[in-house]
């Protein structure tokens, strides 16, 4: 076995490896995924180390991303590596990006990585990791409320709901929103990903949408509705729409929700989604 950098030469191996788990952590696929084609990144927006079994044709074993924000995203196979080849992984990890502030994947995966890393008094988030296979589209009643693609320009009309949601569902500890940097975010999100909302009257009240595309998976985020337009099937409608659009691409649909969230566990459960694993972000203190 060897660690080495993912390179050009290396592609189709990797990606004989990512069709097996790219589920797993689809926040990985969607940084080096393009219309379903898969690229070795710039070293300037991430680093990739695969653990290769050095056969002929070679095979990629486990792959760990590192972002140039300091996120590790690990895409482990059934078999985690060794705990030595895991530590020249983060080793060199930790020298393309000295300053790591997130561990996140599936939580077996996150505490192996942890336990080398030692965050220090690290602010742990569990999360359900959930798949549906999309084998059929859903027939959608009359939206009671006005219903709609977003495109890059309603990324202003978005952005009280988008911060709404944030404070409610992401932030953590005390950290501030910047609302600057949310949306610039909430702008890329509309031109790349897929984005609908409802609206009542000119006030938007509820949106889902995609936050991850990989090669035969499409990752849920963003679901959120105001609070007094809560209980009225808003968000399963919503996500019905979204998923009839994962459907006709010919993709399955994962998303990852907070263990205590018992009504979006409710909701996506009544959809059909099944529990695959648990997910887990692991963020460094301050």
Do not use: W
């Amino acid at each position: 076995m060897a660690v080495i950098h993912l390179t050009s030469g290396l592609l189709a191996p990797f990606i004989k490896f990512v069709e097996r788990y790219e589920y797993k952590s689809i926040s990985f696929i969607n940084r080096i995924c393009s219309n379903r084609n898969l690229f070795v990144p710039p070293l300037s927006q991430a680093l990739i180390l695969c653990e290769v079994n050095r056969t002929k044709p070679p095979e990629i074993e486990n792959a760990l991303m590192v972002t140039g924000g300091g996120v590790i995203l690990p895409l482990f196979s059934d078999m985690c590596p060794q705990d030595s080849v895991l530590k020249i992984m983060l080793k060199e990890a930790t020298q393309y990006k000295k300053s790591i502030f997130c561990i996140l994947g599936i939580m077996k995966d996150t505490l192996l990585i942890n336990n080398i890393l030692n965050f220090y008094h690290p602010m742990k988030i569990e999360y359900v990791l959930l798949m549906k296979t999309m084998e059929y589209k859903y027939q959608l009643d009359k939206a009671l409320f006005k219903t709609k693609r977003a495109s890059k320009k309603n990324a202003d009309l978005l952005f009280n709901l988008e911060k709404e949601y944030l404070r409610e569902e992401v932030m953590v500890g005390t950290s501030e929103l910047n609302q600057h940097a949310v949306l610039l975010n909430l702008r890329k999100t509309c031109g790349s990903q897929i984005v609908y909302y409802a609206a009542a009257g000119s006030e938007v009240i509820a949106k889902v949408n995609t936050n991850g595309l990989g090669i035969n998976y499409n990752q849920i985020g963003g679901v959120f509705t105001r609070q007094e337009f809560r209980k009225r099937g808003i968000s399963t409608y919503l996500m019905q729409t979204l998923l009839n659009e994962i459907y006709y691409s010919g993709k399955n649909a994962v998303l990852y929700v907070k263990k205590e969230n018992s009504a979006a566990l409710s909701l996506y459960k009544n959809l059909g989604f099944v529990k695959i694993d648990d997910y887990q972000a692991i963020y460094a203190k301050p």
